[in-house]
């Protein structure tokens, strides 16, 4: 491992441990998988894999369907692999493609009515069973609130990082 004048690794890594921010990149990969975890036997309901459920997490029904160019920024991923998980949403009627409003061109990938009862199971599944439904409402709105500013970019105020909207039935929850 190399390390810096500092007594620091390449990796931020203090040579007597593990640094901070490790420590909570370890702790945010492990509730992924807890929460992966104890949604498990609904994605498997659902015929969904961790891939798909995301995809059918972002189309969010109080939203614009979004584009498929939109879809693949939102998953991080190239168009192509869109347009596979497009395609199984199709399969699974969850979700089909239309025009967009205004540009016959684009497609758009829009909830249909059993897509969203599909993606109500799968958030309320989530947000009641991850590690972070056992916080206090209090506590939510803290880490919210930090990892809203860790998200920022440089330049860019919090709220234009990602937009939430909690609903009645999940205030309180992650």
């Not at 909570?24 to 492990?30: E, F, K, P, S, T």
């Not at 025009?99 to 309320?124: I, S």
Request: glycine share 6%; with cysteine; aromatic share 4%.
């Amino acid at each position: 491992m190399e390390s810096s004048s500092f007594g620091v690794s390449k990796y931020g890594e203090r040579m007597d441990g593990e640094s901070l921010t490790y420590q909570l990149l370890r702790l945010v990969h492990a509730m992924d998988g807890a929460t992966n975890a104890a949604i498990a036997d609904v994605l498997t309901e659902l015929k969904l894999t961790h891939a798909l459920a995301d995809a059918l997490w972002q189309l969010d029904p109080a939203a614009p369907a979004p584009s498929m160019r939109q879809m693949a920024v939102r998953l991080r991923c190239d168009p192509s692999t869109v347009t596979f998980l497009a395609d199984r949403l199709q399969q699974l009627s969850y979700a089909k493609r239309t025009a967009a409003p205004g540009d016959r061109r684009t497609k758009v990938l829009e909830l249909t009515d059993q897509g969203r009862e599909a993606r109500d199971r799968l958030v309320d599944a989530a947000t009641t069973r991850t590690p972070l439904a056992g916080l206090t409402p209090a506590e939510q709105r803290r880490l919210h609130t930090l990892l809203t500013r860790a998200m920022a970019p440089s330049g860019t105020t919090p709220s234009t990082v990602i937009q939430t909207r909690p609903t009645a039935s999940h205030q309180g929850t992650a």
